[in-house]
């Protein structure tokens, strides 16, 4: 038997109601910001990763799906959402016409990791990037967005969730901590977990998001990043918790979270819930001022975040306690006669041009086939056109609720429907 590749996951049935559902949401509070959506390629140049996101991140280094191209040109299908719409910021030269740009995405992101649940190769985000803005006021906006869509999602997903945020302080901050940090781990290499060796020689930051237990002693005696920081970090850093604390956004500091992607500057946050083992994170995001200049572009300051689709979607059934049924079809147009099942097309035709979500006969079945169908299907109501009501232009529209039905011409069946069913009339 064929499957789908391993890690990637067939989405449908009553899964399907909650993906629609966070997409709406998605939509309305992203519009409730003025934030417009951006949609770039699955595919970009290897090298917009290698540089933007960096050689020694975890996500060039070894979860990367990179191929060559019948023309031997290097693509890398997206494992994330900033590089891209930076490389669309500066190709498409946004910054000059709008210079404070506010943008959002949703969709597909691949990342060669080992599955479970919560990780997969083929996964979602939804996210926004705030480009123009070197303030803290827009790295407080974008956090009070990736906050709010969490709210709206759900109340009681919020309340499982915690905020947690740090800085990092300017790129050269960054550059005098991790000598520090190389300096106090290199005394003790042999002690440290594989991994985090690997990561003392690419990415030594990215050895304080270990959690490796032998690692744990050495993290909490590395030197904090905080002592790195210059007055004008400080003062960002203490202006973005002003004003989370004036909008009532509970977080706490935690001067470990560093993040594993080089662009970050400034603001670095997460979002984690205890309800998903170790996948905690669900959002992660900062300020990465550095970014636009690593991709070959023209300075700019910006910030964003983004936030993992599946993990939402585990979240909501496991908080709510099940799916949603999908949505139905709310009407079913049943040809008792053989001559009635043309009309019958065209009946339903005609309700779907009103806006009104109808099913037919397309099995050639009886007609107590087709409402045992429409019952199935937990319709509304049939229609049911016969050779008598076809010979008088009407239909008898039946509530399957009630089973009370009426006569009805067939001119009359749509404001008949949408009356009864409140469908907005086209
Ligand atoms: P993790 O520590 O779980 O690997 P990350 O730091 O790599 O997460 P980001 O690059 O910040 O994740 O991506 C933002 C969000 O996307 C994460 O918080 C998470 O919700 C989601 N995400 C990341 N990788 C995956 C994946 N492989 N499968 C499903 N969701 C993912
Ligand atoms: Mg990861």
């Known amino acids: 038997m064929m499957k789908a590749v391993r890690g990637m996951r067939d989405v449908f049935g009553e899964e399907m109601a909650t993906w629609q559902r966070v997409e709406q949401i998605f939509r309305t509070v992203s519009a409730a910001f003025g934030y417009h959506e951006f949609r770039t390629p699955m595919l970009e140049h290897t090298e917009l990763f290698a540089r933007g996101v960096g050689e020694g991140s975890d996500i060039v280094g070894k979860e990367m799906y990179t191929f060559l191209d019948r023309g031997g040109d290097s693509v890398t299908m997206r494992p994330e959402m900033t590089a891209p719409i930076v490389r669309a910021a500066i190709e498409h030269n946004i910054l000059r016409h709008q210079p404070t740009s506010r943008l959002w995405y949703y969709g597909p992101l691949f990342r060669y990791e080992r599955p479970q649940k919560g990780r997969y190769r083929q996964f979602h985000q939804f996210g926004a990037e705030l480009l123009g803005s070197p303030h803290p006021e827009a790295d407080a906006e974008i956090i009070m967005l990736a906050y709010e869509t969490l ?202 041009r009103d806006g009104v979500s109808v099913i037919t006969d397309v099995q050639r079945r009886s007609a107590k086939a087709q409402l045992n169908a429409a019952v ?42 949408q009356q009864h069913l409140g469908v907005k009339a086209r």
């Not at 935690?254 to 083992?277: A, C, P």
């Not at 959002?283 to 964003?304: H, I, K, N, Q, S």
């Not at 039946?398 to 429907?417: D, F, G």
């Open 151 to 352: 709210r709206a999602v759900g109340a009681k997903l919020i309340e499982g969730v915690a905020l947690e945020i740090n800085t990092l302080g300017t790129a050269s901050t960054r550059e005098a901590y991790r000598e520090a940090l190389v300096q106090h781990f290199v005394a003790h290499r042999s002690t440290l977990s594989e991994d985090s060796q690997r990561r003392l020689d690419t990415n030594p930051l990215r050895i304080l998001d270990s959690k490796h237990p032998d690692d744990q002693s050495l993290i909490a005696d590395a030197p904090a990043l905080r002592t790195y920081l210059d007055e004008a970090a400080h003062m960002h850093f203490d202006t973005v918790r002003l004003l989370l604390d004036a909008a009532g956004i509970p977080y706490t500091v935690n001067d470990r979270l560093v993040r594993g992607l080089d662009y970050y500057s400034h603001t670095v946050f997460e979002i984690t819930t205890t309800q998903l083992g170790s996948q905690n994170a669900v959002c992660g995001g900062g300020r990465y001022d550095p970014l636009f200049e690593m991709v070959g572009g023209t300075p700019a300051p910006a910030v964003g975040f983004s936030i993992g689709v599946e993990r939402l979607v585990l979240l909501l059934e496991q908080m709510e306690g099940g799916l949603q049924p999908p949505s139905r079809a709310q009407v079913a147009v049943i040809a008792l006669a053989e001559e009635a099942r043309l009309p019958a097309q065209l009946v339903a035709l005609r309700l779907r």
């Open 376 to 417: 199935k299907e937990q319709a509304q109501y049939a229609i049911l056109l016969g050779t008598d009501e076809l010979a008088a232009g009407t239909a008898m529209v039946k509530n399957l609720a009630t089973a009370s039905q009426e006569t009805v011409s067939v001119e009359r069946i749509s404001p008949y429907l």
